[in-house]
Nanobody, 129 residues
Framework: QVRLVESGGGLAQPGGSLRLSCAAS????????IGWFRQAPGKERERVSC????????DYAESVKGRFTISRDNFKTTVYLQMDTLKPEDTADYYC??????????????????????WGQGTRVTVSS
């Protein structure tokens, strides 16, 4: 089965940086899409960024454009989220997720799938001085 494990969260000062990792197993190498999501207390879950493994195409939420960068290493089946110029508003639990059946269809290869059915356990990011 598909398994996703996040790491890299922690405490950062405003203006600082963190890099999150999402290590995936059970996916078809080079044929998947992974999204990063976050949820802060009392707020709805927000999609932060997505990446398509095959060509590296990306998408970002407006709130993080210019500050966060998503990337992938297909050899390691790992997706990263480089977070720069962090703000207190970025404080949240961050999750990576994927659609486990992404590889099945040859005509549905979006950067951000409409459905996600496999999630990691999350990693906590706290931005505070």
């Amino acid at each position: 089965q598909v398994r996703l494990v996040e790491s890299g969260g922690g405490l950062a000062q405003p203006g600082g940086s963190l890099r999150l990792s999402c290590a995936a197993s059970g996916l078809t190498p080079g044929d998947y899409a992974i999204g990063w999501f976050r949820q802060a207390p009392g707020k709805e879950r927000e999609r932060v960024s997505c990446i398509k493994a095959s060509d590296g195409s990306t998408d970002y939420a407006e709130s993080v454009k210019g500050r966060f960068t998503i990337s992938r290493d297909n050899f390691k089946t790992t997706v990263y989220l480089q977070m720069d110029t962090l703000k207190p508003e970025d404080t949240a639990d961050y999750y990576c997720a994927t659609y486990s059946q992404y590889y099945v269809s040859s005509d549905y290869r979006p950067t951000c799938p409409a459905e996600y059915d496999a999630w990691g356990q999350g990693t906590r990011v706290t931005v505070s001085s």
